[in-house]
T-cell receptor, first 116, second 113 residues
């Protein structure tokens, strides 16, 4: 199956700093990537849809100025949590798909963010 | 948007017994019905899926049944094993592929040895 890689797998940062998480499709080109957030013992909630070469589409309630998404190439999307606060501590997961393949979505390993 | 609920939210079964998790959805246009398994701290993994033109699909110990009229589909795990312990999510979709997923509320399954 296709491989989607996230980096870093975990990160600890101080309140007020910014953190960048990368999502890469390693063996296919992903025209669309999705970013999810998962709080402990809860479901995955979609934050935004990242489209290569255009602006991301954010879900209702997600601050686009706080969660910056860039999809600069067909293999890389980045999520930057700006001015992170403890309430941003969560598990962030990306998924990627492409119309050229079966259409199945593939998930990254996830990135656990802890803001002190 | 799609409203997706799962029942039960937690389920404990004795090893070797069967487990059934039900997913109800609101959008009658949904036509692709996957189930994901997520172990603690790991990514969700697709374990089985079904399309709306069939009512049941089986893969070894795992099966999915679909009732489109009633807008629900269920995950069946037989002969459960300790490694089946995980959180299971359904994620009904309108179109297969390149579609943002609305995950169900999740079911924590614990297999008791």
């Amino acid at each position: 199956g296709a491989v989607v890689s996230q980096h870093p797998s975990w990160v600890i940062c101080k309140s007020g700093t910014s953190v960048k998480i990368e999502c890469r499709s390693l063996d296919f080109q992903a025209t669309t990537m999705f970013w999810y957030r998962q709080f402990p013992k809860q479901s995955l909630m979609l934050m935004a849809t990242s489209n290569e070469g255009s602006k991301a589409t954010y879900e209702q309630g997600v601050e686009k100025d706080k969660f910056l998404i860039n999809h600069a190439s067909l293999t890389l999307s980045t999520l930057t949590v700006t001015s992170a606060h403890p309430e941003d501590s969560s598990f962030y997961i990306c998924s990627a798909g492409t119309r050229g393949r079966s259409g199945e979505l593939f998930f990254g390993e996830g990135s656990r963010l802890t803001v002190l | 948007g799609e409203n997706v609920e799962q029942h039960p939210s937690t389920l404990s079964v004795q090893e070797g017994d069967s487990a059934v998790i039900k997913c109800t959805y609101s959008d009658s246009a949904s036509n692709y019905f996957p189930w994901y398994k997520q172990e603690l701290g790991k990514r969700p993994q697709l374990i089985i899926d079904i399309r709306s033109n069939v009512g049941e699909k089986k893969d070894q110990r795992i099966a999915v049944t679909l009732n489109k009229t009633a807008k629900h589909f269920s995950l069946h795990i037989t002969e459960t094993q300790p490694e089946d312990s995980a959180v299971y999510f359904c994620a009904p979709q309108i179109n297969f592929g390149n579609e943002k997923l609305t995950f169900g509320t999740g079911t924590r399954l614990t297999i008791i040895p």
